[in-house]
């Protein structure tokens, strides 16, 4: 992997952020703007980065199995993920329920917001779609078993199943089955796809900084190890451990580039939503979802320059 090139795109991402907290700080967002900031991008931007690398990538067999590989690499490394997370939290005197959300928030990561645009920019079409389709392994363990363990509950009912259809998931379907029946819409359309595309990266960066003001005008009050477990597991053993464990497995190098890209996001943003909608501690959520953030534009280029030395 170029990491010059990543390094160049991290850095692009820090100086977006940096002016998103600079708006956020002078004019805080509402209810009202948040929404429709998180509506544009997940309801127009992400579908046409996901419609633009189909538009772009020839689904021959050999791209219709990398992308089978990656959505069952993604659900397994996300378990597992969790799995490591609610081990490292067993280590701490807290409650089961609060070892559970500590699992959830150093197993799954930003792959949608952060990790998507980031594949597009290091890697292309191909490359965002393999990541698109990480992205939706991310949704499925999220909306099930993630669920099922801040319910305390063994079972999965149908308001998970109802979550997990979304416009982007609905987009990598309707895209992937247009490719395989051969059908491809005219050159106009590609364009604004294309166009749109482009919102994605800056526009949620844009809002992840001028998220931050707003969460640290809350001053919560959150301990350091609570915190700092998850952030540990997210963003170093979690994502080191995968590589070690990709390394030894015969994929493609596009699948392992893409993946390793991926388990190195931070927290998913989504951890505070998911968290005050089950009743768990949305505020742990957000304050890990901003620290985590914010670390990672310096974890991302370390972890994928130690993974590089088990990818050889």
């Avoid at 701490?92 to 609060?98: I, S, Y």
């Amino acid at each position: 992997m170029e990491m010059s090139l990543l390094l160049q795109s991290i850095l692009l991402m820090g100086a977006i952020i940096g002016i998103g907290s600079a708006i956020g700080y002078r004019h805080p967002l509402t209810g009202d703007s948040r929404q429709l900031i998180i509506t544009i991008i997940v309801n127009v931007a992400m579908p046409c980065i996901i419609l633009d690398g189909v538009f772009q990538t020839p689904i021959d067999s050999q791209t219709l199995t990398q992308i089978i590989a990656i959505f069952a690499i993604s659900v397994l490394l996300n378990c597992f993920g969790i799995g490591m997370g609610w081990l490292g939290a067993r280590t701490l005197p807290l409650p089961e329920k609060k070892r559970r959300e500590m699992a959830i928030l150093s197993g799954l990561g930003n792959t949608g917001f952060i990790g998507l645009p980031l594949c597009a920019a290091l890697f292309g079409p191909k490359g965002a779609l393999l990541a698109a389709v990480f992205d939706a392994g991310v949704d499925v363990v999220m909306w099930t078993v993630a669920v099922m363990m801040l319910q305390d509950k063994s079972s999965f009912n149908l308001k998970g199943l109802k979550a997990m259809i979304n416009i982007p998931m609905v987009a990598i379907v309707l895209g992937l089955g247009s490719a395989m029946l051969g059908f491809m819409p005219p050159q106009p359309v590609k364009d604004l796809v294309g166009t749109l595309a482009k919102l994605a990266s800056p526009l949620a960066m844009m809002y992840i900084g001028m998220l931050l003001p707003l969460l640290l005008r809350k001053k919560p009050q959150v301990s350091l190890p609570v915190i700092g477990l998850p952030l540990t597991f997210k963003l170093f053993v979690f994502p080191l451990t995968a590589a070690m464990l990709l390394s030894l497995l015969p994929l493609d190098a596009e699948i392992t580039r893409v993946t390793v890209i991926q388990v190195a996001m931070p927290t998913l943003t989504m951890a505070s939503i998911l968290f005050a909608r089950y009743a768990a501690d949305e505020e742990m959520g957000a304050m890990t979802t901003v620290f985590s953030t914010l670390l990672a534009l310096l974890s991302i280029p370390a972890v994928i320059m130690v993974g590089n030395f088990f990818l050889h």
